[in-house]
């Protein structure tokens, strides 16, 4: 069984349909892009697999049931099985907070094993950050050491699924290419799901993508192959749009 899908779902907000018929699976180990423009869907499915939102027909599931968002102890597994990762550093972080307690709150929150200090020193690290930045607040760090921080926030669970929501929109090309390589990094040992309006930065992280438009999935494969030969008008125009192609694909 797959590590987390979504089956047959339709969904809407406020009886608005917003997605139709939408169903993919993420196996182990996998990363997933999912591409599209601004309005098509996409951070609607990430809330979907996050349980924040239920689907009006069809079911996610994840660890192998079908998620259940009623239930108290097993949003509380789930807040554990998948974590998110948002587009903006400078609002998912508590101004108000230093890096310590935005690293150990999750710890606590989610009951987690093991020390709080110990766990928040590791994720830190596994993000290239220094160990003195927990003594720092989130003013003190730069674009793209705020998103390192998030990533860390979202790695203190040990998730088995990671949700990146256009995780690097907000940055500078050059910070963009390093957290893109900290992702490559982290996708090596964890499943990813990615959410980008970009096709270079999909192409860049993801062996396999879907394409959404307008709440459905247009096309979906290997992504060396759709962007060698994309078959829907909507992804020809996508990669038409771009200046050049990336010369080496995955
Ligand atoms: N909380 C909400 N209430 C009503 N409509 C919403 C809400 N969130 C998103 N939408 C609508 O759902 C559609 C898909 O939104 P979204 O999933 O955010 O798209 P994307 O992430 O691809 O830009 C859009 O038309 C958006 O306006
Ligand atoms: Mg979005």
Do not use: N, W
């Amino acid at each position: 069984m797959s590590l987390i899908s979504l089956r047959d779902v339709q969904f809407g907000y406020g009886g608005q349909p917003i997605l139709h018929d939408v169903s993919l699976a993420l196996e182990q180990g996998e990363s997933l892009g999912i591409l599209g423009e601004s309005g098509s869907g996409k951070s609607t499915i990430l809330r979907l697999m996050l349980g924040l939102a239920r689907p009006d027909q069809g079911v996610v599931e994840a660890d192998g049931s079908v998620l259940d968002i009623r239930s108290r102890p097993r949003m509380q597994a789930h807040r554990r099985f998948v974590q998110p990762v948002f587009q903006d550093p400078y609002t998912s972080l508590d101004p108000r907070m230093k890096v310590r307690r935005i690293l150990t709150e999750p710890h606590v929150a989610l009951d987690l094993p093991g020390d709080a200090g110990a766990e928040a020193a590791r994720v830190l690290d596994a993000v290239g950050l220094p160990a003195d930045s927990l003594d720092r607040y989130p003013r003190a760090f730069s674009g793209g050491q705020r998103q390192r921080i998030a990533i860390a926030r979202a790695l203190i669970a040990r998730p088995r699924v990671l949700l990146a929501d256009e995780p690097v929109s907000a940055l500078d090309l050059a910070t963009k290419v390093r957290v893109i390589e900290l992702l490559t990094e982290l996708a090596r040992d964890i499943t990813l799901v990615l959410v980008s309006h970009d096709i270079a930065i999909v192409a860049a992280l993801c062996p396999r993508m879907i394409v959404l438009q307008q709440g459905r999935i247009v096309e979906g494969g290997a992504t060396r192959h759709i962007l060698r030969a994309p078959q829907h008008p909507y992804t020809q125009r996508l990669l038409a749009s771009l200046q050049h192609m990336p010369e080496e694909t995955p």
